[in-house]
């Protein structure tokens, strides 16, 4: 019950678009997305809650498709501090689990 | 604000022997989690704690991990005896969720780094 996450890796120069998506195959309450850096822990991003709503955090946005139980991430504009690998959490029932993760390099 | 403190950040074991892990969420975090964190793998819940409760410990393997919450703050991750497989990052997290609340958002410490020879 491990979440669908695609592309598994993606390259961008500095100030181009991204969208990682995330599928589950369970009915969601919610969908969560992490940034882990290199040797560093993950870092909450934000919560998407069943209901179709999208949010902003600062370039990045996400929204939430209760129906087909995707989310979809988006980064507008990126710069070299978006590199790391992006980890969708989805809650079904009484149960949360991460996705494998998309690894975003952002080159200069 | 305090975020989630872990020790060790590194250790080195040789197969068959223990090693024990410890974190201390935020304050006022009713729940804790311990993650296994497999080189290029997401986290995977080893155990989920409510106060000193066991919420999920489904995935824990019991025959040698064991965890424990004593006094619904600080908590202990042990392996015994370890194993190679056993090598992976062991993330401690903590939130605000008082139960079933998935519209809290988890707040991870950096980390113990395990390596088995």
């Known amino acids: 019950q491990q979440p669908v996450q695609s592309p598994q890796a993606v390259i961008l120069r500095e100030g181009e678009d991204a969208v990682i998506n995330c599928s589950s195959s369970k009915a969601l309450y919610s969908v969560h997305w992490y940034r882990q850096k290199h040797g560093e822990a993950p870092v909450f991003l934000m919560i998407?809650?069943?209901?179709?709503e999208q949010k902003g955090h600062e370039k990045i946005s996400a929204s939430f498709n209760e129906k087909k139980q995707q989310s979809s991430l988006y980064l507008t504009a990126s710069q070299l501090s978006y590199s790391g690998t992006y980890f969708c959490g989805t809650a079904n029932g009484q149960n949360f689990v991460f996705g494998p993760g998309t690894r975003l390099s952002v080159l200069p | 604000e305090a975020g989630v403190a872990q020790s060790p950040r590194y250790k080195i074991i040789e197969k068959r022997q223990s090693v024990a892990f410890w974190c201390n969420p935020i304050s006022g975090h009713a729940t804790l989690y311990w993650y296994q964190q497999i080189l290029g793998q997401g986290p995977k819940l080893l155990i989920q704690?409510?106060?000193?409760?066991?919420?999920?410990d489904s995935q824990l393997p019991k025959d040698r991990f064991s965890a424990e919450r004593l006094k619904g703050v600080d908590s202990t991750l042990k392996i015994q005896p370890a194993k190679l497989e056993d090598s992976a990052v062991y993330l401690c997290?903590?939130?605000?969720?008082?139960?079933?609340?998935?519209?809290?958002?988890?707040?991870f410490g950096d980390g113990t780094r395990l390596s088995i020879l």
């Open positions: 704690f409510q106060n000193n409760g066991v919420v999920d």
């Open positions: 998407l809650l069943k209901g179709g």
């Open positions: 997290a903590s939130s605000l969720a008082t139960g079933w609340q998935p519209d809290q958002p988890q707040h």
